[in-house]
């Protein structure tokens, strides 16, 4: 059974900063790449940042310069590094393991993780 879980959301004053985490089960964790995507109310799910299995990333220009994604392969976890938080960033935070078999692509889900950005 193939299990993505975030974490690391909450409450954070504008300027602030977190660190979210994606740990994965039930899969070759090391073959996938990981996307984060953030919803915020009344707005679509938008792709914020991409770690390919071999370590090569990609980010969403409106959080370029302020996301870092990175993983440990050893722990089947993602994090996503958010700093210099604006309100702009309240979103629900999900994490994506995809991967292309044969014909397909393989694409995985976890629950979301709540941040909120306010004073």
């Known amino acids: 059974q193939v299990q993505l879980v975030e974490s690391g959301g909450g409450l954070v004053q504008p300027g602030g900063s977190l660190r979210l985490s994606c740990a994965a089960s039930g899969i070759t964790f090391s073959i996938y790449t990981i996307d984060w995507y953030r919803q915020a109310p009344g707005k679509q799910r938008a792709l914020v940042a991409t770690?390919?299995?071999?370590?090569?990333?990609n980010y969403a220009e409106p959080v370029k310069g302020r996301f870092t994604i990175s993983r440990d392969n050893a722990k089947n976890t993602v994090y996503l590094q958010i700093n210099n938080l604006t309100p702009e960033d309240t979103a629900v935070y999900y994490c994506?393991?995809?991967?292309?078999?044969?014909?397909?692509?393989?694409?995985?889900w976890g629950q979301g993780t709540q941040v909120t950005v306010s004073s």
């Open positions: 770690i390919t299995s071999d370590g090569s990333t």
């Open positions: 994506n393991a995809k991967r292309r078999s044969a014909s397909i692509w393989l694409n995985y």
